[in-house]
């Protein structure tokens, strides 16, 4: 699965595509691994490791996080990105992979990839000064 | 699974994962070369046969800029036994012979590969990609974050309930310019951690007080100050420059803080010292008595130091010995890439002030007011814009090298910034360089 999102986006929360279906209780996420490749030809990958779940209400933008949802029946695993992966740079971020990964359980070492997704970032749109130009702050001018 | 990419692209590489077995579970390596890893490409379009080829992939764990040339695999090492996988994709892909726009609209590409000593977990993955028309990317967010990655902000503007700019004097003959910031509890935003752990009295030493007098010219840094609580007292004290080693300075700044009135939430209270553009002490404030809404942030006091640092021109170096460096830039490059952004955010502090609020509400609706005329706002825009633009041709490869450095030591939360390591580096760089100078000459 593959999203749009646009750059300098704030407090994004996405599905992921679950690789196959879940039997009984969803597992805690052991952490999320990002890929992601920048404009410039950079690459980065890092580890982000999860505690528990749980999405807060409103969502900051500040943390990753996750929660599990059930809509009759069917699991879905939800993600709260930092809004500081959506930032615009100089050099910016083109393209990101997001695996969501659980611990070893009785059948598995090590981790397991349980779902994933896939971001196109879209260039931030430009600046428009212009448009809705109010008048809220009188000028300061020097009062002594 | 797909991506979209634009026409023309150069240099593409995209993250891709692979499985293997019957339950498709995620395959962590090792990839060897004898593996015999190959890419099995599809080119679709509108009105078009149906284009398929094979080609051998080049595995590699090379971290230079993919060259683009031939297929690879880059592998990087992850920690808890992970891998990631990013697939390079030639150049030739993104464009027709004439060198125009391919004909194909979409790309399929899909690795295989088998282990020689375990073929039972031959792997498999790929991704789809759609072609895009090329649009040229804006400079000035960029640039913004850029800074506010280098140049945090420590207190911004819509943390504060309001402001009052006076005077203080502790002796008859000594003038002081006093600044007392009310917070603003937000219930939907946290507090800014400037103000929690990381507090630190290092970061708020010389932290310039963006655009407090709009059309100002110069800039305004923080010599010492204190926190005003909503019981009456001041805490958190810092600054050795204020006075604080005069035993009655505490009881008359106390009591000329609490003459501004009471505070509903507490309040910062800071000393100031105004610079003009050239950097020098001693232009008399304008705006001065002024109480009222903020118009203004307070930013890391790397932003200053930069700046004041590419005023004084001093670098020491020894003959024959190579310099210090922040990641692969040798730090006299980074400090002078820096020191360009820095000139740019004190030189449109106003601008940037109006444009920080326009973010916060998508880019469009700008709230800041006559802080500049609409036609001046459009100019200087535009100014922004072309020096932003030269700034990218002509330091833009150190820059995106510096993010890199930036975002290797950020863990990706946003209080990280004002603790990362890559800041203390620079400010202990420039204290070697120049001593005391900086702090105290100007």
Sequence with gaps: MSVLILSNSRRVLLPLQLHGSLQGTPPDLRGLLVSEVKAGGGTQEFFAPLSGSGIPAPFRGDRWCYAWRDEAGIPSLWVGFPDVVFSAHIDFRERLSVEALIGESATWEG????ARLEITLKPPPGLTLEAGWGETFAPLSPSR | MSYQIAHSSTHVLIPVTFVYGEESRRFNGPIHPTDAPSVMVLYLADGH????????????GEIERYPGKEWELRLRELPENLQAFYLGIPDSCFEDSSGGSPAWDTVSVQVVGTPLLSPARAYSGGVDIQLQPRVEFPLLPGFLNLAERFFPTLLPWNFMEGFALETFQPAPDKEQLLLRVDLKMDPFDKMPISLEKLWDPKNWLDAVVENLVPGHGGLFTVQGGCFYTRARKTTHWFGGRIGLEDRTFRTKAAKAISGLGPTKHGAWVFWLTCRDAAGRIGIPPVGVGR?????????????YRIWAHGRLKTEVSLPGRPGPLLGKVPMSEAVSALGDVAELVIGHQTLLQLVRRASRSGWSAVDGGSLLSRGEAGERARDLEKSVAALERDKGEVMKDLEAVFDK???????????????DNLANYLAAQTGDRVLSSQ
Excluded at chain 2, 409 to 423: A, E, K
Aim: charged share 15%.
């Design chain 2, 49 to 60: 046969p149906l284009r398929q080829e094979m080609h051998p992939l080049r595995v590699t």
């Design chain 1, 111 to 114: 981790l397991l990839s349980v």
């Design chain 2, 409 to 423: 030591s950020c863990g990706f939360f946003s209080w990280d910034v004002i603790g990362n390591p890559v800041l």
């Design chain 2, 291 to 303: 109480k009222g809404n903020s118009h203004f942030s307070i930013r890391h006091s790397l932003l």
